[in-house]
């Protein structure tokens, strides 16, 4: 046995570093594939970590689970149900890797003696390979929890019933647009401690739970303040998380939103952080000592408060009429793979708005030009910017090439010249 008082609890930023020293995943979540989950699970086969196929998904692609530890306590992790939402499936595959490079220190021996770890990483890989939400059925798995018609909802149950876990942690993606409350900021981790009915019982491990995210809220209150958001606690008889904790596994779900100017690997290293740090807190259960209060206060999740990128004072020229008076364009990146171009789409074009762009232009020194046709409402964000003072033909059957543009939006950035930022 390790002693208590020989094990001095990590800092957030120890964790942190620890998850750059430890780590085994060198893809972007978004651009993970089945292959490289098969390939990181090698690696930790190599590692000593047990490593089981538990199944297949509709298209036979194979469903693992790992597991590591030899305490009592029953932790189960699944990662990655909805299929275009990844980022915590490196996270699990980073947090394996690094309880067992790590196994004879003494805070994660003491993780191995009081629990055993089991993680399912990309639960619904047909849907991960296609980057879609539901799988190969086109049925969302997480509203499949009663009616089992999917393969991999009823591996996700039988994994449940035939271990009767303790705690489960329902890993998922948010919109990245989804704010922590009303202010204008990204809800780059949300939590939610779930009920196991509509009447919001409590039992003890949903207490426990309260704690346990009131502990992982904290460590991350250290890198993401105010970015920290608690997810709606609406019962949702299908879905996964509900039941399992109806079924006596009380479950936290881990949405990850998004950060504008972090990358996706920095929202993996959040998730690790935090999934140490509910760990570290069972293990040494200091838990039993934490407030309820950080879960608690955190903001609601909102929405309809940001939009990717915004160009004010815009004067819009369709169909080869400059508009009177100032018009406000809005484009929202459509959620995709990092490595595949980016599409950005025009969701509005008025007179104002109330969103507030990630990234904000002032653009009353230009008219703006959309690149294929019509500055519209459901077109590309691709757009030419000319200087008022320019002499443009609009007829012109090639603009691009008869009146080089000042500067070109594409892609979601400048890819030529620029406008003035106004946030
Ligand atoms: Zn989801």
């Known amino acids: 046995m390790v002693s208590l008082t020989h094990v001095s609890a990590q800092s957030p930023e120890e964790i942190a570093a620890d998850w ?3 780590r085994i995943s060198n893809v972007l979540p978004s651009d993970t594939r089945h292959s490289d989950v098969k390939r990181y699970l090698d690696e930790l086969r190599k590692l000593g970590i047990k490593v089981e196929q538990v199944g297949l998904s509709n298209a036979n692609r194979e469903i693992y689970q790992m597991e590591w530890g030899t305490g009592p306590l029953k932790v189960f992790m699944w990662s990655q149900m909805h299929g275009d939402e990844p980022t915590a499936t490196p996270a699990l595959m980073d947090l394996f890797a690094f309880l067992q490079k790590n196994a004879n220190r003494p805070d994660v021996k003491l993780i191995s003696e009081k629990m055993t770890i089991r993680g399912v990483p990309m639960l619904n890989p047909d849907g991960a390979e296609m980057f879609i939400r539901r799988n190969l059925q086109g049925i969302d798995i997480n509203r499949d929890a009663l009616n089992l018609a999917t393969p991999e909802a009823r591996i996700l ?9 303790d705690i489960g942690f329902n890993l998922h993606n948010q919109q990245e647009l989804t704010t922590a409350g009303n202010a204008p900021r ?9 009920y196991g009915d509509p009447e919001k019982t409590t039992s003890p491990g949903q207490e426990r739970n309260l704690r346990l995210a009131s502990a992982m809220t904290r460590a991350l209150q250290r890198f993401i303040p105010g970015h920290i958001g608690r997810y709606s606690d609406e019962w949702t008889p299908t879905a996964f998380g509900d039941n399992f904790s109806a079924w006596g596994t009380p479950t936290i779900l881990i949405e990850t939103g998004g ?4 990358d996706e690997m920095f929202l993996v290293k959040m998730n690790f952080v935090a999934f140490m740090t509910a760990l570290n807190a069972l293990a040494t259960g200091s838990e039993a000592n934490e407030s309820t209060t950080p879960y608690l206060a955190l903001p609601l999740n909102a929405s309809g408060i940001l939009a990717h990128v915004i160009f004010r004072n815009a004067t819009v020229v369709n169909a080869g009429r400059p508009t009177n008076g100032g018009s406000v364009v809005v ?7 990092a490595s595949f171009a980016q599409a950005f789409l025009i969701t509005s074009v ?3 708005t109330r969103l507030i762009g990630l990234s904000e232009f002032n653009a009353a020194g230009h008219y703006i030009v959309q690149r294929f046709g019509r500055t519209r409402e459901g077109e590309l964000a691709e757009f030419f910017f000319y200087k008022k003072d320019r002499v443009v033909d609009w007829s012109s ?3 691009e090439k008869e009146f080089p543009p000042d500067a070109v939006f594409s892609g979601g950035k400048f890819i ?6 106004i946030r």
């Open 186 to 194: 990204q809800a780059a981790i949300s939590f939610l401690v779930v």
């Open 350 to 352: 008025a007179r104002d």
């Open 20 to 22: 750059e020293a430890a």
């Open 416 to 421: 030529r010249g620029s406008l003035p930022t």
């Open 157 to 165: 149950k039988r994994l449940r019933d035939d271990w009767n876990p």
């Open 259 to 262: 950060l504008h100017g972090r």
């Open 331 to 337: 484009a929202v990146r459509q959620r995709r793979r």
């Open 397 to 399: 059957p090639d603009l």
